[in-house]
Every structure is written in structure tokens, then in C-alpha cells.
């Protein structure tokens, strides 16, 4: 897998799976088009994140959350092996109200480490079961290379843990709902 290229040792996983009635081809290309602001539940969390901008005075904009918005963001497209897998990282520290993400280059992602900053990768795979028939994963990793962040980042994780877990659940349904109806 892609992420175990990039993200061999982690401190934290996440793994998520659905199983999807279409081919894997379409399976991947719902992956990769994937909207998360058709999900009422992750524009809520975004939103919520977005709180320390608006207190800033940032507008906050309501339109899109695909995967390139993502990497407008300040993630970065790591590798993508379609109609298998697609990677993304992010480097920052996430702990903090305004998330202090880095931009780092697709080829530094593997050898980043600087002190108070984690990285995480997140990935979606397709797994052929039939021609028909696919399963759909997601798995989340995150590295934290010293001790205080470490313990910064768990305290965060512990908290807001939960609900990564939902933006990814809600991002296999909607991945499923597209591939299922062909979009």
C-alpha cells in the first residue's frame, strides 16, 4: 500500500472500510471526487474548526471540500495508483487553534521531522471483490516525532478523535453513494 511507503511507523491509525456495488473503477473515481460539503455533519465540523478564522475576521468559504480543495488547503497529494489507492499528507500542528499547518513538498513528506509539528497521511483504497463489487477504505496515520508534541497531540486526539472518525465514515457513504449511482 501507498502508505505504508509513506508512513511506515505512526503513532495513531485510523482504518475505516465500506463495501460499495460498483466496479472498482468507479468505486476509485467516487473516491477521488469525493465532496465532503455534501455532508451536513463535516461542514458542521469544519465550520467549527473554521471558528478561531472567523474570530479573525476570514470569511469562510461554503462551497466545495473535495480532495483538491484539501490540497488548496495546505495537504499534499502524496501518490495515487489509480483505480487502487490515492495518498494525501499534512504536516502542522493540529493541537493548536489555527491547526499551524506546514507546507511541506510531496518529496520532503517521508523525512519531514521538526520538533512541535506532526504529519499525518490519509488514504483511500479500493479493493476488488467481483467485477461488481468493491470494497472501499480509508486509514488515517499520524506521526508525532518528539515527546510534548507527542502528549499535546494525544490530549487533541482524545478529543476530536471521534469525530475524524465521522468525517471519514460520512466521506465512505458519500464515496458510496456516488459509485453506486454511477456519478
Known amino acids: 500500500m501507498l502508505i505504508d511507503r509513506f508512513m511506515p511507523e505512526f503513532d495513531i491509525s485510523e ?13 476509485y473515481e467516487a473516491a477521488r471526487g469525493v465532496d465532503l460539503a455534501r455532508s451536513k455533519a463535516v461542514r458542521g465540523l469544519f465550520a ?26 495546505g495537504f499534499v497529494w502524496l501518490a495515487e495508483e489509480p483505480p487502487t489507492e490515492l495518498l494525501l499528507g499534512v504536516a502542522g500542528s493540529f493541537w493548536r487553534p489555527r491547526g499551524g499547518v506546514v507546507r511541506i513538498e510531496p518529496d520532503d513528506f517521508e523525512s519531514f521531522r521538526r520538533d512541535g509539528c506532526a504529519k499525518a497521511a490519509w488514504n483511500f483504497r479500493v479493493v476488488p471483490i467481483d ?25 487533541y486526539w482524545a478529543a476530536i478523535g471521534p469525530f475524524s472518525a465521522l468525517i471519514r465514515k460520512q466521506a465512505l457513504g458519500l464515496i458510496k453513494d456516488g459509485a453506486e449511482r454511477g456519478r
Open 48 to 73: 467549527a474548526r473554521g471558528l478561531p478564522a472567523l474570530a479573525r475576521g476570514r470569511r469562510l468559504d461554503r462551497g466545495t471540500i473535495t480532495l483538491d480543495d484539501l490540497v488548496k488547503g
Open 15 to 27: 482504518h475505516h472500510l465500506i463495501r460499495v456495488e460498483a466496479p472498482p473503477e468507479r468505486a
Open 131 to 155: 467485477e461488481s463489487t468493491s470494497i472501499v477504505t480509508t486509514e488515517t496515520r499520524v506521526q508525532v516525532p518528539d515527546q510534548d508534541s507527542r502528549r499535546r497531540f494525544l490530549l
